[in-house]
Structure formats: structure tokens, C-alpha cells
T-cell receptor
Framework: NAGVTQTPKFQVLKTGQSMTLQCAQDMNHEYMSWYRQDPGMGLRLIHYSVGAGITDQGEVPNGYNVSRSTTEDFPLRLLSAAPSQTSVYFC???????????????FGEGSRLTVL | RKEVEQDPGPFNVPEGATVAFNCTYSNSASQSFFWYRQDCRKEPKLLMSVYSSGNEDGRFTAQLNRASQYISLLIRDSKLSDSATYLCVVGGSYNFNKFYFGSGTKLNVKP
């Protein structure tokens, strides 16, 4: 069982470069999301999706784009990387219908991004 | 103001001790509450949901106080394996797809 798979696990970028963090899940979850985790800040929601073709913004969406063309995949794009985007990024998924009650988000192992 | 606030700790306790964490949330209309556990450099994992009536799962007890807008987690008979960061999580009030995470409370259980 793969669960939620994120790639790459580590990445170093220069300011202004673009890149895509990949996220795939094999649990047929409708809900997928991206968080960033910074020291002292907790996890903050960047974008989320409740199904293919549907995306919405979270708390900190600026500088990031997402799309959801399939149920399985939810890539996060950094358009022009900035040092402030240095962080650990987590993708998480769940069954949309039960999210409120169970609260169980299934997280990937994280992607550590450094922007120089 | 942060949606969810937690004491970062660390809480350093001996094995067998009882330890309690609190967190406060700012939106009184919040509907769902959870505790997650995160080991060092790992992904968060759901520990337990928090219900209005309080709930228990083995050595772990979670309580919700809506009037004071705080959530608590009590760990009894602490084990070395309980050492981790505990994240308080609050679901959105009108949008159940948005979760707000506290920055976490670090627990170190010593032999």
C-alpha cells in the first residue's frame, strides 16, 4: 500500500526558478491538500481540492498553483521561487464525506525545499 | 491572531508520569477538533478526535471546553515512545475542508 506519495523528498532551488512538487494517492480519496510547515508556525494550508477539476485556496496560496486533473494526482507548482518559500511541504488526502467527523488526513512523508 | 495556539514546550517528564497539554482556538463557531502526533522529521498522524463529551483511548484522554475555547490532551503512564510533538487541530467553522493546525507541543519522556 503506497498511500500518499510525494516527490521529490529534497530539493534546492535558486530564487526565481520554478518547480513542481508531485503528490499521488492510491486510496481513491476525493479530498487532497497541500500544507507547508515552518518552525513555530504549525502547518498552514496552501491549496486543497475536493475532486477532479475542483480546487480552492487555503490560508497561504500566494506564489503557488495547483490543478487536479485526476483523482490520484495533485501537483503543487511554485511559479517563481523565493527564499520565503523555504519550508517542508506536506500533501494530505482524505475521504471528503467523512473529513469533518473523522478528521483523518493521510499525509505524505514531506518534501523539504530550500530556496537560495 | 493565530487560529490555534499551543504551548511549544518542551515538556520533559519521567516515564510513568501523567502530562497534560492544552490548546486554545479563536473561532467560537469551530465544529471539529483533533489531536495529531508528529515524530521528528516525519509526517503528522491522527492520534484522536475530540468530542464535546470527552473521549478516551487507552492512556490518552481528550477534552473539549467550548465555553473557554480550549482543548486538552491528557497522557497517563507516559512511555518513552510517547516522545513526539502533539498538534492540536481545529476544523473550519463553515468550510469543513479547512483544518487549522497549532504549532505543536513537544513532549520528551525520559527513562
Amino acid at each position: 500500500n503506497a498511500g500518499v506519495t510525494q516527490t521529490p523528498k529534497f530539493q534546492v532551488l535558486k530564487t526565481g526558478q520554478s518547480m513542481t512538487l508531485q503528490c499521488a494517492q492510491d486510496m481513491n480519496h476525493e479530498y487532497m491538500s497541500w500544507y507547508r510547515q515552518d518552525p513555530g508556525m504549525g502547518l498552514r494550508l496552501i491549496h486543497y481540492s475536493v475532486g477532479a477539476g475542483i480546487t480552492d485556496q487555503g490560508e497561504v496560496p500566494n506564489g503557488y498553483n495547483v490543478s487536479r486533473s485526476t483523482t490520484e494526482d495533485f501537483p503543487l507548482r511554485l511559479l517563481s521561487a523565493a527564499p520565503s518559500q523555504t519550508s517542508v511541504y506536506f500533501c494530505a488526502s482524505s475521504f471528503a464525506g467523512g473529513l469533518r467527523n473523522t478528521g483523518e488526513l493521510f499525509f505524505g512523508e514531506g518534501s523539504r525545499l530550500t530556496v537560495l | 491572531r493565530k487560529e490555534v495556539e499551543q504551548d511549544p514546550g518542551p515538556f520533559n517528564v519521567p516515564e510513568g508520569a501523567t502530562v497534560a497539554f492544552n490548546c486554545t482556538y479563536s473561532n467560537s463557531a469551530s465544529q471539529s477538533f483533533f489531536w495529531y502526533r508528529q515524530d521528528c522529521r516525519k509526517e503528522p498522524k491522527l492520534l484522536m478526535s475530540v468530542y464535546s463529551s470527552g473521549n478516551e483511548d487507552g492512556r490518552f484522554t481528550a477534552q473539549l471546553n467550548r465555553a473557554s475555547q480550549y482543548i486538552s490532551l491528557l497522557i497517563r503512564d507516559s512511555k518513552l515512545s510517547d516522545s513526539a510533538t502533539y498538534l492540536c487541530v481545529v476544523g473550519g467553522s463553515y468550510n469543513f475542508n479547512k483544518f487549522y493546525f497549532g504549532s505543536g507541543t513537544k513532549l520528551n519522556v525520559k527513562p
